[in-house]
């Protein structure tokens, strides 16, 4: 390999790789013993992208993972091509069956954005845009996600109560506890719900999109007013996103569609 004309450049982007391929976050050392990488310069290299929000630094465990910016920026590249590309077919063909709302988005930071949204006909307008940003801790699609990440991921992203905001009289998790007791459900269900929470009357399902390495790409969501839906309807959304959310991820992954079932 020839080399790099830049070697703290090369260095960042092998540092970020390393994370990115772990599905939890690791100690300083192991990073610079299996890169090859000098120690005091593995954690200057850390503590830069630390600084910017690329790496989380967890103190107490010394240990290092993905921040909230290196996510923004896979979101940011989900967002413009290939995941809003492979989406929008399948969020309309769902919206299509279902005939509810739908939509699909993608985790920044503490938030959610969303990347493609399908109104179906006759259905009250909705605050989920394209481009919109909502807290993910309140939301389907965020939950759906935020499960799918492993725990030390959820305590860097969610230590504090003010990381915890209401959109409505209709209050979500307010602490970690709650979220953590919520995502247990969300994991052992296989699909997230939300009540109200975004928007009074309204009501939501989603389920997690994942990539080839079995990382949270998206969530796919059906929202429905919630009054006139009843648990044979819901199941039924839920079973929408469900299928509609493995499509996608076959689609992200490349590989093969199986048998119609």
């Excluded at 192991?30 to 600084?51: G, M």
């Excluded at 919520?182 to 994942?210: K, M, N, P, Y």
Aim: with cysteine; glycine share 8%; charged share 25%.
């Amino acid at each position: 390999m020839d080399t790099p004309k830049v070697p703290a450049a090369e260095a960042t982007l092998r540092l970020l790789t390393a994370l990115a391929a772990r599905r939890s976050p690791v100690p300083a050392a192991r990073l610079a013993e299996e890169l090859n990488l000098p120690r005091s310069r593995t954690y200057d290299l850390l503590a830069t992208l630390v600084a910017h929000g690329y790496v989380l630094h967890l103190e107490q465990e010394r240990l290092y993972g993905l921040g909230p910016a290196a996510h923004e920026l896979s979101g940011a590249y989900l967002q413009q091509e290939p995941l809003a590309r492979l989406g929008r077919r399948v969020v309309e063909a769902m919206v299509d069956e279902v005939g509810e709302s739908g939509h699909l988005a993608v985790l920044h930071g503490r938030d959610v954005l969303y990347v493609i949204e399908e109104r179906a006909r006759n259905r009250p307008g909705l605050v989920t845009d394209v481009g919109v940003r909502i807290p993910a801790h309140l939301t389907a699609s965020g939950r759906a996600i935020l499960a799918a990440l492993p725990a030390a991921q959820i305590r860097a992203l969610y230590g504090q109560a003010a990381h915890f905001t209401a959109r409505t009289d209709v209050r979500g998790p307010s602490g970690p506890k709650e979220l953590r007791e919520l995502l247990v459900q969300v994991r052992r269900d296989g699909v997230a719900r939300e009540s109200g929470e975004v928007t009074e009357e309204l009501a939501s399902v989603a389920a997690v999109v994942q990539d080839h390495a079995g990382w949270p790409a998206a969530a796919v969501a059906v929202t429905f007013v919630e009054a006139a839906t009843d648990e044979a309807r819901r199941a039924q959304c839920e079973e929408a996103v469900r299928r509609a959310a493995e499509e996608i991820g076959r689609r992200l992954q490349g590989r093969p569609a199986g048998p119609p079932r």
